[in-house]
């Protein structure tokens, strides 16, 4: 009788710490005591480097310096850059003086000169036929020799060549350039200034700034060294706002809900800190293998987020964390 008791009382004890390990991190199947939940601190990084290529002239920040946005972090030698910019800049100026050539139209002394060579043009013309007419009755009783008369009709088909010419020239400089010829000047110019903007935005990547407040924790690269394009050459911890990634299990889902108030703990640091639910996954997953147990691996739960509302140094990412709702409410959607 007393072995088949001893029997039934290690056969409860065997069932009651089975019910404790597989509650799901420590949580109660009570509605009103508070949850224990466990995670982690998240790692949130940002790889840093230079849009363009070229030789780091200098990195005035070492690694574990806290930084904020817009802090100076690297700085490329401008030496290339500059006469690109240069360069860049006196392809916009001639593009702007072309097209306000055109735009102005033609000028009086251009007008003038086009009509001196047109009048120069007409009496060539005139002495030319006027030549013509006078041998042309003198080929046939061989008064005049038939190379002679070769000379006249060349110098005659020539001076009104020449007349044509000239008086097409005055015409297009009476009536000025054509408006397609202004339009190309312009695109011409839009290019330009597109190729300028392009060289600036090149100049201003020389400098590598800070995207977000946080705290540099890899220099990878060192002044004098030859970078690519997007070669990382900082990593920063983005540590504000300081965010806690912890579970709930399945069945204490109802009594969690986002804005609920929590405590975050951690081992060594007697420090509790105040944070705030802000993010509850709609997704279940299993049980990640840096919180569970070889009886947790098969328990579905549910990711939190919560922010952190006084954090300080002594919370760093990655740590393990205890999360505690004092109170959940069971009710809670």
């Known amino acids: 009788m007393n072995r088949k008791r001893l029997i039934i009382l290690v056969a409860i ?26 995670g982690n601190v998240d790692i949130r990084e940002v790889d840093l480097g230079f849009r363009v290529g070229g ?59 086009a009509q001196a060579r047109f ?18 009755p003198l080929v046939e009783p061989g008064a005049i020799s038939r190379d002679v008369w070769d000379a006249t009709v060349a110098a005659r088909d020539r001076a009104r060549a020449q007349l044509g010419e000239a008086q097409a020239a005055l015409s297009l400089v009476r009536t000025g350039p054509r408006r397609e010829d202004i339009e190309a000047a312009q695109a011409a110019l839009q290019a330009a200034q597109a190729a ?68 975050v703990t951690a081992d060594g640091n007697p420090k509790r800190y105040t944070g705030t639910i802000g993010y509850i996954s709609p997704r279940a997953e299993f049980t990640p293998k840096t919180v569970e147990t070889s009886d947790l691996r098969t328990d579905l739960v549910y990711r939190l987020r919560i922010i952190v509302e006084d954090p300080d140094g002594k919370l760093r990412q990655g740590q393990p964390v205890t999360v505690e709702i004092t109170g959940p409410n069971a009710k809670a959607n």
């Not at 004890?13 to 466990?38: K, N, Q, S």
């Open 13 to 38: 004890a065997a069932l009651l710490i089975a019910a404790l390990v597989t509650r799901g991190f420590g949580l109660f199947e009570r509605g009103d005591g508070p949850l224990l939940l466990y």
């Open 55 to 113: 030789r780091i002239a200098e990195i005035p920040v070492e690694e574990g310096a806290r930084v904020k946005r817009g802090d100076l972090l690297a700085e490329l030698d401008r030496a290339s850059i500059d006469s690109a910019v240069a360069q860049a800049e006196a392809q916009v100026a001639q593009a702007r003086a072309e097209l306000l050539k055109l735009q102005r139209g033609s000028r009086a002394e251009d007008v003038a000169q």
């Open 196 to 263: 300028r903007a392009g060289v600036g935005t090149d100049f201003g990547d020389t400098r590598l700034t800070a995207s977000v407040d946080g705290t540099v924790i890899t220099r990878a690269r060192e002044p004098g060294a030859i970078v690519a394009p997007g070669e990382t050459v900082f990593t920063l911890a983005i540590d504000r706002p300081l965010r806690v990634r912890a579970y709930v299990g399945e069945k204490q889902l109802s009594r969690v809900a986002p804005g609920m108030k929590v405590a």
């Open 119 to 136: 009048t120069a043009a007409k009496s060539a013309a005139d002495a030319a036929e006027r030549d013509y007419a006078r041998r042309a």
